[in-house]
């Protein structure tokens, strides 16, 4: 069967099921703090393929990138600015090799850093850069490209403006929302999940949603909100394996693949369309996930 586009699987009536934690993942296989992620693409890149294929194998239908920090504003930390669109165009390669031609690969676009609030960077050099790093991932044979994990309405704005003006991926625009006090869900700028929502999609989004920040069952409440808003926009959720717990000094993600996997069905009618995890899942949690969407 021919892959069709990821808005066309979804309005045929799909749930279709994304990937899991890449962090967690590259750090048990041995990434050291102040390492960078994205090098590994390069200098180890068989590890890399083997996150993206434990994914493929537990029946994920996209998978992302080992690109989340790839923008030059955040490789210069590590002196590899100048390697920005090398990473990345690896990245993607490699998750393509992954992937199939039946699957899709959603490339990984993180926040910058910069605050274009506090005046350390322009627009045009946010956009600049986004621009390099979306144009490198769809040469390396990105589906779609995901830009995930924002708190900034202009920066995931100008994010996919120049992911939707200099490629002809699909462009997916997630923010993380946490609960406050009040029982609110708002992003570390003060974002509520209608602004989100309404943002990415006036940026042009083709699938708008949120990811990390919150186990399965908080995001229920935040897509919640963001359903009237979207309309038939599909909308995608990559939730953490709940809350993390500092044990021993360490963080620790309580919900198991069968808790996650539990929720699903709440989710789904809550709006989501495609599901997948964050921090601290697994492919273990992907399978179930996996499962009990095909139960």
Known sequence: MAKTSIVDAVKSGRVLISDGAWGTFLQAKG???????????????????DIAKSYIDAGSDMIETNSFGGSRFKLDHYGLADRAAELNR????????????????????????????????????????FKEQALALAEGGADAI???????????????RAAREHTTCEVICTFTLER?????????MGVSPIEAAQTALD????????????????????VTEMKPV?????????????????IGGKDVFPDSPERMADLVPAI????AQIIGGCCGTTPEHIRAMRQAVNA
């Open 230 to 246: 979207a309309g038939d926009t599909p909308i995608l959720v990559h939730a953490n394996a709940g809350l993390p717990q500092n």
């Open 180 to 188: 406050t006090v009040h029982g609110t869900y708002r992003s570390m």
């Open 90 to 129: 690896a990245a993607a390669e490699i998750s393509r090799r992954a992937a199939g031609p039946d699957r899709w690969v959603i490339a990984s676009i993180g926040p910058t850093g910069k605050m274009l609030v506090m005046g350390d960077v322009t627009e045009q050099e946010l956009y600049d850069a």
């Open 31 to 49: 990434l050291q703090p102040g390492e960078c992620p994205e090098l590994w693409c390069v200098e180890r890149p068989d590890d890399v393929l």
């Open 146 to 160: 995901c830009v995930e994990t924002m708190s900034a309405l202009d920066e995931a704005a100008l994010a996919v």
């Open 268 to 271: 789904i009618r809550a709006g």
């Open 203 to 222: 940026a042009g989004a083709h699938i708008i949603g949120t990811n990390c920040g919150n186990g399965l069952e908080r995001m229920i409440d935040i």
